[in-house]
């Protein structure tokens, strides 16, 4: 038993040194987003219903480098700055299963076909994504969408102390705001990191669909970021496993994880977050049986290279700037009169 908490605590270090760095990255976007893009700006681009918005958000979200973990503060952000639920679901959905790093890691290691068929994979989700959650969203005619209007000190209209109000925003109240789902969300993917034996599935799979379901209940729950998957896809090819199921390891691995769905679950509500799981599930395998069908006729080459990584001081430090980051979103705060639910 004691050897079992030993692993989950040493899971638990691993996914935080993997994921730190990219989620403070996320955390300091957003809090330069939110003093550089205005409540109006985002309602013009990303508010209200229909195509247009949803297509926007996901194609701002492809190019751009964040994971699920660093792309949770983020969209956190652009939903209280006036996005609506459908554009915030469609940044979600396309952003973390790409950007132009992952993409050229993409080319290197699996090839052209797909290093474009992932981007199209990213923004297809998106747009399915996004309708879904405003056609059920408003189902019930239902004014949920609309964003609560932002009061945090990053809208204030004061130029004054830009950098300030925006590192404050970043690192104080938007942890303050997904800090303890992120947590628990952590804590079980480090249980299910430290309970799923390696290598379970990479020679005993075969192909056809039951694979990319394997794969897919493996990458759901699972931290892995769009760039640092797609090593772990390529061996997997290697070993026998089908491009097509690679590829449903390679959306929903980085498109989700524990923490993301309890994080959307909080800020969003249940229904957007089922809404958000199913899309990504049927996305991605109905992407990789696509990916099969044309990996039939189109070789598919993998090169069994190694991709770059952050060094090592970079992974620890960023660990443990993160900790104390949540660990403050855990000390009792006091509740001044002018006090707002998010």
Known sequence: MAGYA???MVDFWAIALEMSPYLLFGFFMAGLLSVLVSQRMVEKHLGGRGLW?????SLFGIPLPLCSCSVIPVSM???KHGASKGATISFLLS???????????TLSLLGPVFAIFRPFAALATGLVGGSLVDIFGHAGGSADDAPEKCMDECCSNDKAGKIRRGLKYGFVTLPGDIGKAMLIGLIVAAFISALVPPNFFADKLGEGIFAMVVMMFLGIPVYVCATASVPVAAALILKGLTPGAALVFLMTGPATNAASFATIWKVLGKATALTYLATVAACALASGILLDLLDAGVDIEIAARPHWMLPAPIKYASALALLLVLANTLRPKSKPADTHDH
């Open 6 to 8: 030993r692993k989950i």
């Open 53 to 57: 918005p949803l297509l926007k958000a």
């Open 77 to 79: 952000s652009l939903r």
């Open 95 to 105: 952003t973390p299963q790409t950007g132009v790093d992952s993409i050229l890691v």
